[in-house]
């Protein structure tokens, strides 16, 4: 993954009210103490819903 990649979750977070599925854009990678990736959630008027640092394992980049 790299900044700026759109990405999927892979798993629903609750406590973010993000549903599996939430489309997101990689803002930061963090390479230590291991990789993970902080994405931003933003709602169809492009505003910001949360911001979360998640593990390489709960997104996917999308294509397109």
Do not use: C, K, N, W
Request: glycine share 8%.
């Amino acid at each position: 993954m790299e900044l700026y990649d759109v990405v999927e979750l892979q798993e629903a977070i609750p406590g973010e009210h993000l549903p599996a599925g939430a489309v997101g854009t990689v803002v930061h990678i963090f390479s230590a103490p291991s990789t993970a990736y902080e994405v931003e959630f933003t709602d169809a008027d492009g505003r910001t819903v949360t911001m979360i640092t998640l593990r390489p394992d709960q997104v996917i980049r999308r294509d397109g």
